[in-house]
């Protein structure tokens, strides 16, 4: 069964500062990639996705993501944080060919001091 | 705004009742799929329709059902609610291999 991994259940950064959250999932081939946002009261909105092909990918709001096939990894990149960053990140995998049936992981809680 | 409503925003009820959470989907999506979301269980997966059929079931309890009507918007359906039903319930669509498109959720609480 396919599963994700966010190991850190809670990340602190200073505005203007880079930030990387971590996913890593488990699945025996390569799986469609996704990264949610939730702010809070709200539902999840799409950040990016990986599908195939270029394995960094750009999404909205300045995140990326790199797909490392050999780590089983999709992090997610900002380069320069803005205190309206502030919510809870979701990386999830879907079976290959379909955006559905989506596993998410626990989620990564962003906090963002000035 | 991702163009999925969801109706009520919050639902109070007692334990043992029965409610009825609503989805209007994206326009021209047909595909529908419900989602819990707790604290000890985190998102989980629990049905999908697609043009009014159930498609794929996850972790949904006997006590839930849904169904996708002809105009395609959905209802799931939770009955003898317990304390640990308390979640928030989101409902997302899609169509074709496009990504999910969540709606802002119902938070549900049972008391």
């Known amino acids: 069964a396919q599963s994700v991994t966010q190991p850190d259940i809670h990340i602190t950064v200073s505005e203007g500062a880079s930030l990387e959250l971590r996913c890593n999932y488990s699945?025996?081939?390569?799986?469609?990639l996704f990264w949610y946002v939730q702010s809070p009261g709200q539902g999840l909105q799409l950040l990016l996705k990986?599908?195939?092909?270029?394995?960094l990918v750009q999404g909205i709001k300045g995140f990326e993501a790199e797909f490392k096939r050999s780590q089983s990894s999709f992090n997610l990149r900002k380069p320069s944080v803005h205190w309206s960053d502030a919510a809870e990140y979701f990386c999830a995998v879907g079976e290959p060919g379909t955006a559905s049936k989506l596993t998410f992981g626990t989620g990564t809680r962003l906090q963002v001091t000035l | 705004d991702s163009g999925v409503t969801q109706t009520p925003k919050h639902l109070i009820t007692a334990t043992g009742q029965r409610v009825t959470l609503r989805c209007s989907p994206r326009s021209g999506d047909l595909s529908v799929y419900w989602y819990q979301q707790s604290l000890d269980q985190g998102l989980q997966f629990l049905i999908q329709?697609?043009?009014?059929?159930?498609?794929a079931k996850g972790n949904i309890l006997e006590r839930f059902s849904a169904q996708q009507f002809p105009d395609l918007h959905s209802e799931l359906n939770l009955s003898s609610l317990e304390l640990g039903d308390s979640a928030l319930y989101f409902c997302?669509?899609?169509?074709?291999?496009?990504?999910?498109?969540f709606g802002n959720g119902t938070r549900l609480t049972v008391t």
């Open positions: 699945y025996g081939a390569t799986p469609y």
């Open positions: 990986y599908f195939s092909g270029d394995t």
């Open positions: 997302a669509s899609r169509r074709d291999n496009s990504p999910l498109h």
């Open positions: 329709y697609y043009n009014g059929e159930e498609r």
